[in-house]
């Protein structure tokens, strides 16, 4: 059995109460992408994420504490920068709310991303972006940095994975 640590994990505080800081993890086109289809505070709902020609994916909310977790299953994924497109399938993304004195601490975890992963250096460098930057900047200012619609354009906090993204080869498929 994989040890818990492998998995990739990032924790932050914030001044703000776990039910604005739940309101906000919800909020996916917020923080995530812009492009997020479906519905994204429901449990049992499922949502398509979409970031160019780069990555998609299916997901499905298996579990909305209010103002204390969310948890997402990847029902599927495909990345254009990796051979094995089942890396993110069947993994699980959690975020866990505790309250603290004057705010609330957010502890995200994907469970199933892990250094063995092609994925992983780009894909936990993503999420330290999306996560420790645009999750964190919407619960303390309102205002995310999420991949846009299409045509905008990308995210500061997506410079170093595309850097990372432009030394993998492409997939003969992609």
Not at 11 to 38: A, L, Y
Not at 65 to 90: C, I, M, P, Y
Not at 163 to 174: E, K, L, M, S, T
Request: some cysteine; proline content about 4%; charged content about 20%.
């Amino acid at each position: 059995m994989m040890q818990a640590s492998q998995h990739y994990s990032t924790t932050f505080t914030v001044d703000r109460s776990p039910q604005e800081t739940f309101e906000s993890v919800t909020n996916v086109r917020g923080w995530w992408s812009e492009d997020i289809k479906g519905v994204t505070d429901q449990a049992g709902a499922v949502f398509f994420h979409h970031y160019k020609d780069v990555h998609r994916c299916t997901i499905q909310i298996t579990d909305v504490s209010k103002g204390r977790r969310v948890a997402w299953r990847v029902l599927d994924n495909h990345f254009n920068f990796t051979a094995d497109q089942s890396e993110w399938t069947g993994t699980e993304i959690v975020f866990e709310i505790a309250e603290t004195d004057g705010g609330a601490e957010v502890r995200f975890t994907h469970v199933g991303l892990v250094p063995q992963h092609e994925c992983y250096d780009v894909c936990s460098n993503a999420w330290s972006g999306y996560i420790d930057g645009s999750l964190r900047n919407l619960i303390t200012t309102g205002k995310g940095q999420p991949n846009p619609k299409e045509d905008g354009d990308i995210p500061a906090h997506q410079d170093a994975a595309t850097v990372a993204r432009a030394g993998h080869p492409q997939p003969a498929d992609a």
